[in-house]
């Protein structure tokens, strides 16, 4: 029999066969703890109920009020939770080889129609808690199932008047009342100012398939997917013995705190990091200087203008090039086109082998622009396949990313998907494609207001069954496709860009695990969009990897190009423009810049990471902003970027947190690495050093590098 712990460490002391509850006996075990040494979590198990019993920190403080439903989902209607009776009630405890330990729930419902399990992980040295719910039909005919909560407990010690939310990443906040999240809501962050406590809660949904709210009836923070009759509702139709497993939620308290951005620099930074599973974390090597031809090319590109840029892109030091939008034909009319993806032999002479081989013999990857689902009337699949495209309220095949145009968009939940999935891979295999920029809209629209033009309104579609379980099935079905391109293509760079996504700037945790980086705007070149991309950068980080976000389209010539190279670096560097136009000097300029980055890199893994500088906020006129990419695990060092935008005072002094408080760094600027300051970690903390600039629209990069270590000085 599982021993009914009380204590946060005795928990996992011993691997715990799976044991089997009844409900109303006496002799059954009574409650589940989930622990690690910061944190614990118990379930009250009595009579068939698997309810929230407590969430504390191991300082005492509560967070959860007893008798909390834990769960909820509805099926055909019906509303199950952890407040229902259940029977067959299992538990099984696992500690994975990474230290992690899991408990698991497993129950039937009393009705015989609907099987669930919840699974709890925690993490050594974090106190987080990260939770999944899979539902199964347990009957005998096919169920609807909607409303998933995943996580849903009454607040303790947090209450609706002293506490504020920190929504949309985290980053801004809510004042008063109830809070209804959306898919802007990857991470939100209850906090009390009087309590200097609080909970972050994570929900890993795709796309708009999230939905977080905090204070409904006052005490109740829920997390999981929309529900029936809001925008973009979730569905998932099950055939008996089927079953389905809802994205993760996690959730991390912290106390005796009284900024609520240090849980998400710390416990929840080193979670997605360390633990989720994100894809650009995954990777041997980060990009570290993209080109791409939109700007200001569009779709007027040939292999001649592509050699002589990527002749001019490589003395730059850029390491991936990619041809966007205009390579490409379809077959019928050898026309420009989307949907057969075949090559303008035209522009490019004998296909896409020898220019990718000449960008490969600059020393650079190979990338592609392509349209995930998007096709035009010319193409082999509109002409063939009617059947794999979207429909609308009216039957019709539709075009969800714009209000006009003759181009319709594929359904994803068809065998449109195995089609461009082959069709990238043939790419791959034929001309060496090692980066591919996925775009425009597949379900949701950046573009269009109107919801009734969204989803599909198929019901014969082999992967949903109508409107209300199309979403589900689109986003899902193209994170699989992810998934198989890179089990077919390792080394494959996916770019899933905002328009694909569904909303505008729209990047969360459920895109970031199935896709290396995200097209995240298309921002204007010059000093308002370097201040927009350091201000896009801001607002979703440190909640989601910096290096995630492909921000485009600053130009690599023009008027202080060097300031929108060093705002990027905040990011995944992404230049635009034409790099023909550079002189031999500022070409060898750029080289140098990105050169003493991708050795920054090598000394200190800095992409891995992202934090704010103290005191320095969103970036905006008339401000100073900053922001700093230390590596808190071996606290080598890292980078700090510090900006003016039409600040009245010329110079700041900056502080850099997460280094070690005894050791000695050295602090430089740029890439002449040039001295600026030597100091302790603990006095970079508390003193800083100076920055000063006479422009009033001015940007530097600083190295910071621990000095004390046996391989010398500069690390």
């Known amino acids: 029999m599982i021993e009914s712990c009380r204590s946060a460490r005795a928990v996992f002391l011993a691997m715990l066969a799976c044991v ?3 409900a109303g006996n006496p002799a059954a075990v009574d409650s589940l703890v989930v622990a690690e040494g910061r944190v614990s979590r ?5 009579n068939g109920r698997l309810l929230g019993a407590s969430y504390k920190l191991a300082d005492g403080t509560e967070f959860m009020r007893g008798g909390s439903p834990e769960f909820a989902f509805r099926v055909d209607g019906r509303m199950y939770s952890g407040g229902s009776v259940w029977k067959d009630v299992r538990l099984e405890r696992r500690k994975a080889e990474d230290g992690r330990d899991e408990c698991r729930v497993a129950a039937t419902s009393v009705d015989g129609c609907v099987g669930i399990e919840l699974a709890y992980r925690t993490y050594p040295g974090l106190a987080l808690v990260r939770k999944t719910l899979a539902v199964a039909n347990t009957g005998e005919k096919d169920c609807f199932v909607t409303d998933v909560d995943v996580e849903t407990f009454r607040l303790a010690t947090l209450g609706c008047i002293n506490s504020r939310v920190m929504r949309r990443f985290a980053r801004y906040r809510e004042e008063g009342g109830v809070y209804f999240g959306d898919w802007n809501d990857p991470l939100v962050v209850v906090h009390d100012y009087e309590k200097r406590c609080g909970i972050a809660v994570g929900n890993e949904g795709i796309a708009t398939m999230k939905r977080t709210t905090v204070f409904q009836d006052g005490s109740f923070l829920v997390s999981g997917t929309p529900h029936a009759g809001e925008r973009y509702p979730f569905g998932k139709r099950l055939k008996p013995g089927e079953s389905w497993t809802a994205m993760p939620v996690f959730t991390a308290p912290y106390s005796s705190c009284p900024d609520p951005s240090r849980v998400v620099e710390g416990a929840v930074s080193d979670y997605v990091r360390r633990h989720m599973g994100v894809r650009v974390e995954n990777i041997p090597k980060k990009p570290m200087f993209v080109y791409n031809t939109w700007v200001p090319f569009a779709t007027h590109i040939d292999a001649s203008l592509i050699r002589t840029l990527a002749d001019a892109a490589a003395e730059c030091g850029v390491e991936d090039f990619v041809i966007d939008d205009g390579w490409q034909i379809n077959v019928s009319d050898g026309k420009y086109g989307k949907g057969d993806w075949a090559v303008d032999e035209k522009k490019f002479p004998g296909g896409l082998k020898p220019t990718f081989d000449y960008i490969k013999s600059k020393g650079m990857r190979p990338g592609l622009w392509i349209s995930l689902a998007f096709a035009g009337p010319s193409s082999k699949p509109r002409m063939e396949h009617p059947e794999w495209f979207a429909k609308d309220k009216s039957g019709q095949p539709a075009n969800l990313h714009t209000m006009r145009g003759n181009e319709r968009t594929a359904c994803l939940a068809t065998p449109w998907r195995d089609y461009i999935r082959d069709r990238i891979l043939g790419l791959v295999k034929d001309h060496g494609l090692a980066y591919v920029k996925l775009d425009l809209a597949i379900a949701t629209s950046a573009y269009v207001y109107d919801d009734a033009r969204t989803g599909c309104y198929a019901k014969d579609h082999p992967g949903h069954a109508g409107h209300d379980d199309s ?3 689109i986003f899902s079905s193209c994170m699989r496709l992810f998934d198989e391109l890179h089990a077919a293509a390792p080394g494959l760079f996916i770019d899933c860009t905002f328009e694909t996504a569904g909303k505008t700037f729209l990047m969360d945790y459920g895109i970031a695990k199935h ?19 350091r201000n896009l950068a801001w607002g979703r980080t440190p909640a989601l990897p910096a290096s995630s976000l492909v921000i485009g389209n600053l130009h690599m010539n023009g008027e202080r190009h060097l300031l929108s190279f060093k705002s990027l670096a905040g990011t ?12 031999a000097d500022e070409r060898a300029e750029y080289r140098a810049w990105s050169g003493w980055l991708k050795a920054l890199e090598a000394r200190h893994a800095y992409m891995s990471f992202r934090q704010d500088l103290p005191g320095f906020g969103e970036p905006h006129e008339g401000a100073w902003d900053g922001f700093a990419r230390i590596n808190t695990e071996t606290k080598s060092g890292g980078l700090v970027g510090v900006f003016r935008r039409n600040a009245a005072e010329r110079s700041r002094c900056v502080t850099v947190r997460g280094l070690d408080p005894g050791a000695r760094y050295a602090v430089m600027k740029g890439a002449r690495r040039e001295p600026v300051a030597e100091l302790t970690g603990r006095e970079l903390e508390e003193r800083g050093f100076q920055v000063e600039f006479s422009d009033r629209i001015d940007g530097e990069l600083f190295e910071i590098s621990r000095t004390d270590l046996r391989t010398g000085t500069g690390g």
């Open 572 to 583: 995944l560097p992404i230049m635009l423009g034409d790099p023909r136009k550079l002189t």
């Open 20 to 22: 089997r509850v009844t």
């Open 42 to 46: 118990t379930l009250d198990l009595r």
């Open 515 to 533: 896709a290396e980086g995200n097209w995240l705007a298309n921002i204007r070149s010059g000093d308002d969009g370097r201040l927009y991309v």
């Open 471 to 473: 979403y589900d099935a």
